[in-house]
């Protein structure tokens, strides 16, 4: 599949901004954010997506996150993510303080568990509920698919998957997806996995950006399957953690634009303030894919930089690994 192939499929997807989205409410677009379709789902969701992780980072105060969250919402970026061990549980408490008073409605909630058994993935599924304040999760995405034996411990008797099957019998959770950072081998390994159990995930969540299309690439090995078998991509680590920006590769608005402009439903960007807000509210406001002659270009003074990975710490080190580093979050 074809750099021009992914921008007509991108134009395709992408859903008058009228269209409603939000959990599953009908609710109207706000802001003329680009929508486009979650995979098969039946949803649509905004372009850009509200990262979890960094609006409980040091220095962004409890007060602060609950002005990010609905200042999104209120912006037209309703697609919110999240996880049970972003900040000790602290990610998810913020943003269900943020989600009170009528705010739950108007956003498509998605959050993720380390769980590899079925016993420490259905605790973390509960705990996560209690953190967001709500009954039900929109997206529950298995987090940290980086192992090797990830596909197997998630699938085999007792795992993660029956508690995940279990939560969505029970009401708990209307979408079932997967995310890692390490490998594309791994997310492979994982849909194979997942083929072979009769079962197809309703989103992966996965890197992708300038660098990553230059070095062991998801955009190449792994969004061509998703896209095939209709399954919603999640684009995340848009700037590389930053690195990109800070490294002087490419702007901040480069690289939002061109993972926009692949055939993903949504493109998780941190925001740790609300400029950081209004700058992917910007950026998505009546998007239309980069051209075909600009995306080359990008490609072409990227790629050196690219190198062995070495901007891509996530796929290069363990710094990132959480479920590496905190391996009783696992089960």
Request: charged share 25%; glycine share 12%.
């Amino acid at each position: 599949m074809t750099r021009r192939d992914f921008l007509r499929l991108a134009l395709a997807a992408t859903v008058a901004p009228a269209v409603g989205c939000g959990g599953g409410t009908g609710m109207s677009a706000g802001g003329g954010i680009a929508r486009r379709r979650l995979g098969r789902t039946g949803e649509v969701v905004s372009l850009a997506g509200l990262g979890g992780y960094h609006m409980a980072q040091a220095g962004v105060s409890e007060a602060d996150s609950v002005r990010i969250v609905r200042a999104a919402i209120d912006g037209g970026l309703t697609f919110l993510d999240n996880c049970w061990d972003y900040n000790g549980g602290e990610s998810e408490r913020r943003m269900g303080l943020a989600l009170r008073d009528g705010w739950r409605a108007r956003a498509f909630l998605m959050t993720k568990i380390d769980g590899r058994t079925k016993e420490a993935a259905a605790r973390q599924i509960d705990e996560s509920l209690q953190r967001l304040g709500t009954d039900r999760i929109d997206l529950m995405q298995l987090h940290e698919v980086i192992h090797g034996d990830d596909p197997d411990r998630a699938f085999r008797a007792g795992g993660a998957m029956e508690a995940l099957a279990d939560a969505k019998r029970a009401g708990k959770v209307r979408f079932v997806g997967f995310t890692g950072h390490k490998a594309p081998a791994i997310h492979l390994a994982m849909l194979d996995a997942a083929d072979a159990h009769g079962f197809r995930f309703d989103t992966v969540q996965m890197p992708l950006n300038v660098l990553d299309a230059h070095f062991d690439s998801f955009e190449r090995q792994v969004l061509p399957r998703l896209v095939e078998q209709e399954i919603g991509v999640i684009g995340m680590k848009p700037m590389a953690d930053g690195r990109i920006v800070y490294e002087g590769i490419a702007s901040a608005e480069e690289c939002l634009r061109y993972a926009m402009s692949l055939p993903v439903s949504v493109v998780v960007t941190g925001c740790e303030s609300e400029d950081r807000v209004r700058q992917a509210l910007r950026i998505a406001g009546g998007f239309q894919p980069m051209p075909e002659g600009d995306v080359t270009a990008l490609l072409a003074r990227t790629a050196e930089r690219a190198g062995a990975g070495a901007s891509e710490k996530y796929k290069t080190t363990t710094d990132y690994d959480g479920t590496t580093q905190n391996p009783e979050w696992m089960g």
